[in-house]
Nanobody, 119 residues
Framework: QVQLVESGGGLVQPGGSLRLSCASS????????MAWYRQAPGKQRELVAG???????NYADSVKGRFTISIDSAKNTVYLQMNSLKPEDTAVYYC?????????????WGQGTQVTVSS
């Protein structure tokens, strides 16, 4: 079992910045991949950014150049730095962890944190 606890959401004006944090209850080194997803009202949940244990990173086209995903392995925490925020970035942001144990995949989700971009 992996517990994920997100923090850092809030209300920000367009063009502003926020940093989301996701603390894992297990060592980052035991997790195959971590990612941030978001879900806006009336829309499907979508991948925002992901990072694998091999440090491969990918971003949704809509956030490339504005968002940065990173890991602090000493704190077992993954971050999402969000700059130049736009109203369309408004959503609930979820942290996700993927592990494999004896070739069996497991997926874990955090509770979500609200990000609202509005003037």
């Amino acid at each position: 079992q992996v517990q994920l606890v997100e923090s850092g959401g809030g209300l920000v004006q367009p063009g502003g910045s926020l940093r989301l944090s996701c603390a894992s209850s297990k060592s980052i080194f035991s997790i195959n991949a971590m990612a941030w997803y978001r879900q806006a009202p009336g829309k499907q949940r979508e991948l925002v950014a992901g990072i694998t244990s091999g440090s491969r990173i990918n971003y949704a086209d809509s956030v490339k150049g504005r968002f940065t995903i990173s890991i602090d392995s000493a704190k077992n925490t993954v971050y999402l730095q969000m700059n130049s925020l736009k109203p369309e970035d408004t959503a609930v942001y979820y942290c996700h962890a993927h592990t494999e144990v004896v070739n069996t995949p497991y997926d874990y989700w955090g509770q979500g944190t609200q990000v609202t971009v509005s003037s």
